[in-house]
């Protein structure tokens, strides 16, 4: 199964569901979920109050939306993000999908919520290396697989 789903906490948001714009379109368009104010040379998390499921062979892909850059002045600081199978439903947010805007104008720049803001592309890869052990499991949200224990 692969679809989008709204995230818990968001029921209230009017979230978009994405959908493709042609038969042809790989990717989903995201949509900002709030109006969010982006500073000069700042990065913020913007939402979208979606999760996504998808195969355990698979991952979302969210890359920029081509018009990001030349019309609002505004780059994904990760230059792609990567949704992995086991985001969806974690403890720590239910998997809300967030992409990190950077503001590269010397101005500030407005995000209107409903705004299109980058695009999703679900991707099969190979799961693993034939050596790899797999016993490690998902503990947290955002950013949280390269987190170590202390």
Do not use: C, W
Request: aromatic share 8%; no cysteine.
């Amino acid at each position: 199964m692969r679809k989008f789903e709204i995230a818990k906490g968001y029921e209230t948001y009017d979230v978009i569901i994405p959908k493709r714009a042609t038969k042809q379109s790989a990717g989903y368009d995201l949509s900002s979920i709030e109006d969010v104010t982006i500073e000069p040379k700042q990065i913020k998390l913007v939402k979208t109050g979606l999760k996504a499921i998808m195969p355990t062979n698979e991952a979302l892909f969210i890359f920029p939306r081509s018009s990001l850059a030349i019309k609002k002045g505004l780059m994904m600081s990760n230059s792609v993000g990567v949704v992995d199978a086991d985001y969806y439903g974690n403890p720590d947010n239910d998997g809300l999908i967030m992409v990190p805007l950077m503001n590269i104008l010397d101005e500030n720049v407005m995000i209107k919520k409903g705004d299109r803001i980058a695009q999703g592309i679900f991707m099969k890869y190979e799961v693993t290396t034939d050596d790899e052990p797999m016993d490690a499991k998902r503990k947290g949200g955002f950013g949280s697989s390269g987190h170590q224990p202390l």
